[in-house]
């Protein structure tokens, strides 16, 4: 696609997620696509493992490519084919989006042949890796979040008062309806050593000038060493971007 209409498209995504955000009369502008569109790149290899990269909130379906992940995982020789889903705002406004993800994208993948799905997901696409792993532990081999969304201040900051996830103690009512705080208590168990996915399965990575960077500390403190990687920055590409090739520069250790 020329640059022109990518940037086009990324101003007209960024603008209508912004207006849903805040007023959900505007959330038809963010058509929720069925199938989900996808841009896949294979590798020369021919690998069993495939990575699913999710958008953030305002993204399109180019930005990993047009930022330089998939090349840079390409020329770190990583062993495992790419697959970008376009799973925008608009899947999770309609609640749609782990059933998108499962029906469109990880099943046939497993028909395909792949033994191994990851995915890795920035800001609102990181939320809804960990939120599709909550509910479908036994698809997901590994989870890559970069500046996950994990919750508002209110949830944030509760559980930062009671001195870090292991210490909290879940209103299971309140979270009834609230996906943030499902997270928070599926992560807890998690981190009890409850279900199929262990944190070793879990890679985090983030800017510490990130607005998101309150919630991802209280993650990071769950996370093994080497698990976790940080440097100065805030929420954005310039920072995602270093923040990948880091991860890539221990590719034998993580991706092996």
């Known amino acids: 696609m020329?640059?022109?209409?990518?940037?086009?498209?990324?101003?007209?995504?960024?603008?209508?997620?912004?207006?849903?955000?805040?007023?959900?009369?505007?959330?038809?502008?963010?058509?929720?696509?069925?199938?989900?569109?996808?841009?896949?790149?294979?590798?020369?290899?021919?690998?069993?493992?495939?990575?699913?990269?999710?958008?953030?909130?305002?993204?399109?379906?180019?930005?990993?490519?047009?930022?330089?992940?998939?090349?840079?995982?390409r020329r770190n020789a990583v062993p495992f084919d790419m697959t970008v889903a376009d799973l925008h705002f608009g899947y999770y406004i309609k609640r749609i989006a782990i059933e998108r993800l499962r029906e469109d994208i990880i099943l046939p993948a497993r028909a395909k042949g792949y033994t191994r799905i990851s995915l890795a997901g920035i800001s609102l696409g990181g939320f809804g890796a960990l939120y599709y792993a909550m509910h479908h532990p036994e698809d997901i081999a590994r989870l890559f979040l970069l500046a996950p969304y994990l919750g508002d201040e209110t949830v944030i900051g509760e559980i930062?008062?009671?001195?870090?996830?292991?210490?909290?103690?879940?209103?299971?009512?309140?979270?009834?309806?609230?996906?943030?705080?499902?997270?928070?208590?599926?992560?807890?168990?998690?981190?009890?050593?409850?279900?199929?996915?262990?944190l070793v399965d879990f890679y985090l990575v983030y800017g510490l000038q990130d607005m998101f960077a309150g919630g991802n500390n209280l993650l990071a403190e769950l996370l093994p060493a080497g698990h976790v990687y940080t440097i100065r920055g805030k929420h954005d590409w310039t920072t995602w971007s270093s923040l990948w090739n880091m991860l890539l520069a221990q590719s034998q250790n993580i991706f092996s």
């Open 2 to 73: 020329p640059r022109k209409f990518y940037r086009l498209r990324r101003f007209k995504r960024g603008l209508f997620s912004s207006l849903a955000k805040r007023w959900r009369i505007f959330s038809p502008l963010l058509r929720a696509q069925v199938p989900v569109r996808l841009n896949h790149y294979a590798s020369v290899n021919h690998p069993q493992e495939l990575l699913i990269f999710l958008p953030g909130i305002g993204d399109v379906l180019e930005d990993y490519e047009f930022r330089g992940f998939i090349d840079a995982a």
């Open 160 to 198: 930062s008062r009671a001195g870090g996830v292991k210490s909290w103690s879940p209103d299971t009512a309140s979270a009834e309806h609230d996906e943030p705080r499902k997270l928070w208590r599926w992560l807890k168990r998690v981190a009890n050593g409850t279900g199929s996915l262990r």
